[in-house]
């Protein structure tokens, strides 16, 4: 059995890796840390997984790094840095969910969060861990920068297509709508049930962080110098989870339905975790809340006779596959356990 | 008092139609007609307006057409043709809030609505009634064609800039959100609780009828020969009312915030129902729910230096800006009274 | 115009004043008060009355209290009792939306409580704000002690049979579900939208402070020494707003269903704002949402044929007829306006 | 692997049977039927299995009876009675989930469900599919009739003390409160998302169908011939799953919170699916939901003197532990498999 340890783990990611891990056939939970909840069962603070007896401990790094070979972080940002860099060192595995080694460029990362990078080396070493692009390599990662929730979604839309000769890379639109559990667990007025129900909006309209990881991501997948910028537009709906999100890609030359849907077809045909609908069905965040699952549509819009497009749609649980399905996932990978292990459960309906 | 009927009227704008007539103080109510609700009360399917006495009748045109000097049509799409004109013949006004009279084209409607328009003299007469661009006309209308709701958001959103010389009008998209009473009230399985609750999709993707309906009427407020095609995506997310709508525009040259910002406040300044958000503040459907207000907000996206965007957001309360409370915004100004009249509640929070 | 204040005017309740008081035909609102908010203009807090010119202002009671005639208290319990009583001394009147002054015996408030009452003189002079038992009173009142969401549902059912010979006052049980608007504003973890939606529970089960307030009002109905008991069970259901109610009362002798409709429709028969249904309709939160009606039905259960037993359902919106709109129909009786005045919109639908 | 066949599988019972024995280790799904879905894939009705490929046949009940040995029957009251009497003759295992098996005396039956029952002689071989009560009974059971999902909510809660000297049994009372999944798939306006969000309702008040199957489980447990007769009131509220049951039962002598807790934790100590929560917690539907557990609460309230009362709240997934989940605890029972085979995911949270 696999040793791991959850550190930052009173949050909804790390409830659901608790969930996951506890479920998991190869893996043993050894230690669970919160500094807000240090002494508090597991179970008072998650009443899903009452059965679980462990207890939150508080985070200290020295410790707790002996009890266990890979950990996943749970922590905000910047705090991130810190606990990877010492684990790494400690010769430890590392599943970071936070966003602190996910942009490759230091300079960008701190223009974005705002604050410093103390560690570009690990910045260098650490792999994006999003499996349908990068399997190969996190196979023999040390450090799993694991993907932001938006990104997950966006990236995993744009991904069959974005090299194609066919599209524009200099108009791409992400237009993404929300449920609330990836807003997180701390008490805020605005996400309280009065204030968001029945309600939607946008928000942090061109500023929000999880833009620049969607463009390196891209860039990368484009492979040339060229780095591509997007517009990004976040919105919160009143639902505890899911993402949709609606991408706009310009058509440089026209192509068929057909031909465009066999491309995404094709490129996912080996994927577990990812389901291209077909043709002429609407992905749901529904059919996918409380799974691992990915799905997607596209459609070709032929109405603007000078200039096609393409709109595509797709869903994912943000908490599983946009957080905690996806690092139990590159553990599975990791280690050579079988890839769904612990994620072949489909989400319930409705 | 005006004497005003209402022609099938058991539906959720019939139902609100019902509510703000009621309540206004330069009318009464002198009919409401509803073929499969024939011979119930108002009150048995609308529980919040119980102290209503009036009782539905069935739709015999010729005896109801006498009972009233204006007519608020709630009847499906090519049913509403037929009423609309015999109502007109008999020298009647009319505010049809189905799209049998919005689109200009005899084509264009045959084409989207696979029906024949046998009246295609009363489309020219017919003024679309959008009180923000068409008032004038309004005063003298004898048919009006209450826009559709999706058009509502997305036309207001676009009015005060369409017309200027620093965007590009050939690659506009329209992301809408929208609650599920814009749906109806028939019952289908989709619309269901256990089916939407929890989930967001989009669907009607590059083929829903409000496209040209946008189309037209950005084409005319662009004023050239120019016919503007669009991209149109609705979505349907987990709340009873309203429609956020995302609006994305690329620029031919640079504007500031500030410069945009002060186009939207001066083309609405004089506006009862549109309220311009303050610089950085983000419109939500829950501030308009219940009211006929429309909150916009617009933003500036410079962070692709070739081509930089307009974002602009507008939300509305679908059954009402986006159809019953405009109906009765237009017979006010049909009949000169206040604007505001009978529409000045605002939205109650939470 | 009459002067009028709120006192602790951020929360829901004091939006709702704000809102019903801005439309009122007799009112004008001079000062609203908020020490958490002061500075900020009352329409960043609310944006559903963006045209509100209002600025929170810090509470300097001796400043506030020269500005208007009648204050509105929205401070919470002990906060209040200091507020009533300088505001009573200054010769103003109150009405007071905590619990400070509903319970007459200081004893019972202090034990419920768990604070001293100060001002025990005052208590005597306070009436209990249920236009529909204490009109009269509420005429010539200086202090009205504004009643609570569940006790006003609770005591609405039960009022017209609660001196029966026929029914048991000893074994009386409400079980009440309220939309989450009645926890407040503030934010705290169990009321944030990922925790409270798609999930029920029942909450401070035998403990709930609102239980003394309900059996004071019942015994006093019942006009006897006897001091009555019940048990009161209130529950938390995600949705924004509304109280449904659910009370049983065991039948001494046996009744028929239409005997006990007729009470029913004759005790409320001249109440602008109690709607007793048909027999055989059940209220339903929805009608009543965003207006000051309570709707109840009656009805009598005999399948224990030793005991039958009274169901009684009824519906508010707890933050108009359960706070806000009862204390403006108190303030319509005491300064003799319409008492429909600025209450008289219905709720919209759906 | 045992063969198993689904009968009557469109709807959202048919749709968890799906999914839960498409991942139960040792069974094996040889067909589904549905008259209104017949050709159609399960996949399309069902968009979280996509990976399914059954296709939904027509029911012919001859060529379906010789598919598998073990048949879940999800057909509506009335229809199932032929059902499982053919496959009963045809040497088959039925789990039956409607109501027809359920009732032991027929006139009960008869006179609630309004139609006569044809096979009295097999209600006495069915057995009451609760296996906390039946485990035994269930081993070797023919025909297991699958509880309502209200009488098991309410049995569980009320079975540790319903036999003990201190209750009083002749005043019982069950007031649920219901998600809508509860109330079956089929489109109906009043079940439709705008209707039912919300807002809350009582329904059926007296006259729901579960109340003589929980007064004879009731009666059943008491052991005497005294016919046990309860108060129940169903509630709809908006969200899609779960139901909580809050149980009132008057004490005729005095006990403490201590000793009926630990009567409660006693009587399920071996249970794998109840679990008794600690002192003061409350269960909350959202804990359960997706899941198989049933979660209770027990609370004494002390406060009138003479007749103190048991409060009991009860939460299950009306889904699993309500229809679905306990069909399948009912086979893993009957054929000898680990009584939490396909059933020990937990829910996740939020």
Same mark, same amino acid.
């Given at each position: 059995?696999l *040793?791991v340890?959850?550190?930052?783990?009173?949050?909804?990611?790390?409830?659901?890796l608790?969930?996951?891990l506890?479920?998991?056939?190869s893996v043993?939970?050894?230690?669970?840390t919160s500094?807000r909840s240090?002494?508090k069962?597991?179970?008072? !603070?998650?009443p899903?997984?009452?059965s679980?007896?462990?207890?939150?401990e508080p985070?200290?790094i020295?410790s707790v790094? #002996? #009890?266990?070979d +890979?950990?996943? +972080?749970? !922590?905000p940002h *910047?705090? /991130?840095?810190?606990?990877?860099?010492?684990?790494?060192?400690?010769?430890k595995?590392v599943?970071d969910?936070?966003a602190?080694?996910r942009?490759?460029?230091?300079t %960008?990362y701190?223009k974005?969060? @705002?604050?410093r990078?103390k560690?570009?080396?690990l910045l260098?070493?650490?792999v994006?861990?999003?499996?349908?692009l990068?399997? @190969?390599k996190i196979v023999?990662?040390?450090i799993?920068a694991?993907?932001g929730?938006y990104?997950?979604?966006?990236?995993?839309?744009?991904?069959?297509?974005i090299?194609?000769?066919?599209?524009?890379?200099?108009?791409?639109?992400?237009?993404? *709508?929300?449920? +609330?559990?990836?807003?997180?667990?701390n008490?805020?007025? /605005? !996400?309280?049930?009065?204030e968001a129900n @029945?309600s939607?909006?946008a928000y942090? %309209?061109t500023t929000?962080?999880?833009?620049?990881?969607?463009e390196?991501?891209l860039?990368m997948l484009?492979?040339?110098?060229?780095?591509?910028?997007?517009?990004f537009?976040?919105?919160l709906?009143p639902?505890d989870?899911g993402i949709?999100?609606t991408?706009?890609?310009?058509l440089k030359?026209?192509v068929?339905?057909?031909?465009?849907?066999k491309?995404?077809?094709?490129?996912?045909?080996?994927e577990?975790?990812?389901r291209?609908?077909?043709k002429?069905?609407?992905?749901?965040t529904k059919?996918?809340?409380?799974?691992n699952?990915?799905d997607?549509?596209?459609?070709v819009d032929?109405?603007?006779?000078?200039k096609q497009s !393409?709109?595509? %749609?797709s869903?994912?649980?943000?908490?599983l596959?946009?957080?905690?399905?996806?690092? %139990?996932?590159n553990?599975n990978i990791?280690?050579?356990?079988?890839?769904?292990?612990?994620?072949?459960?489909p989400?319930?309906?409705?």
């Amino acid at each position: 059995m696999l *040793k791991v340890a959850i550190i930052g783990g009173s949050g909804y990611t790390g409830g659901e890796l608790l969930r996951l891990l506890e479920q998991h056939p190869s893996v043993k939970i050894t230690a669970v840390t919160s500094e807000r909840s240090k002494g508090k069962t597991v179970s008072s !603070l998650f009443p899903n997984i009452k059965s679980c007896r462990l207890v939150f401990e508080p985070l200290k790094i020295k410790s707790v790094a #002996k #009890k266990a070979d +890979l950990f996943f +972080l749970c !922590l905000p940002h *910047k705090a /991130s840095q810190e606990a990877v860099a010492y684990l790494h060192k400690a010769g430890k595995k590392v599943i970071d969910l936070s966003a602190d080694y996910r942009l490759k460029e230091k300079t %960008v990362y701190e223009k974005w969060y @705002e604050t410093r990078h103390k560690f570009p080396g690990l910045l260098k070493k650490a792999v994006y861990g999003l499996p349908e692009l990068y399997r @190969e390599k996190i196979v023999n990662a040390l450090i799993i920068a694991n993907p932001g929730c938006y990104p997950t979604g966006a990236i995993l839309g744009l991904a069959p297509i974005i090299g194609k000769r066919f599209i524009c890379t200099d108009s791409i639109i992400v237009d993404s *709508k929300s449920g +609330l559990s990836g807003a997180g667990r701390n008490p805020v007025q /605005s !996400l309280m049930f009065s204030e968001a129900n @029945e309600s939607v909006k946008a928000y942090a %309209v061109t500023t929000h962080r999880h833009t620049p990881e969607i463009e390196q991501e891209l860039s990368m997948l484009l492979g040339t110098k060229k780095k591509i910028k997007i517009i990004f537009t976040p919105h919160l709906i009143p639902m505890d989870r899911g993402i949709l999100s609606t991408v706009y890609v310009r058509l440089k030359s026209k192509v068929s339905q057909s031909y465009v849907h066999k491309i995404y077809k094709d490129f996912y045909s080996k994927e577990p975790f990812v389901r291209v609908l077909e043709k002429g069905s609407y992905p749901a965040t529904k059919a996918v809340k409380g799974s691992n699952y990915c799905d997607v549509s596209v459609f070709v819009d032929k109405r603007n006779p000078k200039k096609q497009s !393409l709109i595509i %749609v797709s869903v994912i649980d943000n908490l599983l596959k946009g957080a905690s399905g996806q690092a %139990v996932h590159n553990m599975n990978i990791m280690y050579g356990f079988d890839e769904t292990a612990g994620l072949s459960s489909p989400s319930h309906f409705p």
